[in-house]
């Protein structure tokens, strides 16, 4: 079975549908013909050796059986990859390989080769055809929606991009049985920050799903469970799709409860604590995971949140997996860290806090009490 979420972007030509399904790889041929505006053009299929090595073949067999000539482009693998040497090369490859602006670009593979790989398929040509096959399940429920795409550069993460939506999103629930485990608990993360400010609806899915999680029936393609897996992923998709069809460049001043600004819940100390960490000990999502916990206290501690609410986004979150300790980690040098979030918009800085679950407010740092963030660290750590 296969479920389609649709997102609706503001040019109504640049909507576009994403698949869910099992054994959806083994379909990506007709899939991309009927998706890619040039059905007969070649297709560049970037990805890297760990993905490529799982699940290329299959993905090129298809592709070549509905009429495409498939080249493939593997890039390095890891976020230190995701720059602009490694852009470059892509570009080349694009060149030399006489891409031109009738054909189309797949990503396969994890965030990293998505946001690379829809960059280099906004700025190539000034834009060709750009299809997603995410592999991680951060980059089902989250890096391939919305057409967020870019790289990393000396002066921070994802500082160069480009708003580029793709022409289709193909999730095929079974790559998910290769994931290492680490890899699913960051996907776990960002899916209890999307049902912490989604609604009650989707955050109760998340903690259900969450509780039966069960890596063996994974493993084991069980019906069932693929099932509720799908349906799962669905819900996510569905809520990051609604706002993105709200909020598509994520505006400087909308500041409402809809506003794209609010996926950034649990981002401002994630990145702070990916940053003093220098970005080696945690997955991104683990850093979300922690930057929840911290957003949920410093809620409560403004008087936003009441404390059974904490307790509950706690819960589901240990539900998700083990986040690596944080306890030797100094506050201050974390807290030192926020004024590079501030820079990048009017010198200011807005947390994404929570007045109860499906409730996100936007709330200015400068209002914040230094007793009320270090008291959230002090508690973050301790569980
Ligand atoms: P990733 O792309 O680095 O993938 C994680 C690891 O899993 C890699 O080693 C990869 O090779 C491996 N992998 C991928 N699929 C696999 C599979 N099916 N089986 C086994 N191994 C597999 O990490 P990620 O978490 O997917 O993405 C993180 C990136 O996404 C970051 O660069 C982040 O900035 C970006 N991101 C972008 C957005 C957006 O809106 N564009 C949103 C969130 C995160
Ligand atoms: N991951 C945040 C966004 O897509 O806006």
């Known amino acids: 079975m296969t479920s389609i979420v649709k997102i609706k972007t503001k040019q109504k030509a640049d909507s576009y549908e994403i698949r869910i399904g099992a054994g959806l790889r083994n379909f990506a041929g007709p899939w991309a013909a009927e998706t890619a505006s040039n059905p007969a053009g070649r297709i560049a299929v970037i990805s890297n050796k760990k993905v ?38 892509t570009l080349k490859f694009l060149s030399g390989s006489g891409i031109s602006r009738t054909d189309t670009i797949l990503a396969l593979g994890g965030g990293v080769v998505g946001d690379l790989a829809g960059f280099a398929a906004a700025v190539y040509l000034r834009g060709i055809d750009f299809l997603q096959v995410p592999t991680t399940l951060l980059s089902m429920i989250d890096s391939s929606v919305g ?82 897996l799908a349906s799962m992923l669905a819900a996510q998709v569905s809520f990051k799709a609604r706002i993105v069809a709200g909020d598509e460049r994520e505006s400087v001043s909308k500041m409402d409860a809809r506003s794209r600004k609010i996926l ?27 930057g929840i916990r911290f957003a949920a206290e ?61 409730e996100p407010v936007i709330f200015p740092h400068s209002d914040i009490p230094l007793a009320a963030l270090k008291s959230a660290f002090k508690n973050t750590a301790r569980a």
């Open 264 to 290: 950034n819940f649990g981002h401002t100390f994630g990145h702070a604590l990916e940053k003093v960490t220098n970005y080696r000990y945690f997955k991104h999502g683990e850093a979300v995971g922690h």
């Open 147 to 228: 057409g967020k795409t870019g790289i990393n550069s000396s002066f921070g993460k994802n500082l160069i991009g480009a708003f580029y939506q793709p022409r289709g999103v193909l999730i095929d629930t079974e790559t998910l049985t290769t994931l290492p485990r680490r890899e699913l608990t960051a996907g776990f993360c960002e899916a209890v920050k999307q049902g912490a400010i989604g609604g009650q609806n989707l955050f109760d899915k998340t903690a259900a799903f969450l509780e039966s999680f069960d890596r063996k029936k994974l493993a084991q393609k069980d019906t069932e469970f693929t099932l509720s």
């Open 52 to 89: 490529f090595g799982l699940y290329g073949e299959a993905a090129e067999k298809s592709l070549a059986g509905a009429g495409f000539k498939p080249l493939v482009h593997l890039i390095g693998d890891g976020e230190r990859y995701k720059n602009l040497k490694t852009l470059e090369n």
């Open 298 to 358: 410093l809620s409560k501690n403004l008087g936003l949140l009441a404390q059974d609410e904490v307790k509950l986004l706690n819960d589901v979150l240990r539900r998700a997996g083990t986040l690596p300790p944080i306890a030797d980690i100094d506050p201050l040098e974390v807290f030192a860290t926020f004024k590079f979030d501030k820079k990048l918009i009017n010198n200011s800085l807005n947390w994404i806090l929570l007045k109860r679950i499906g």
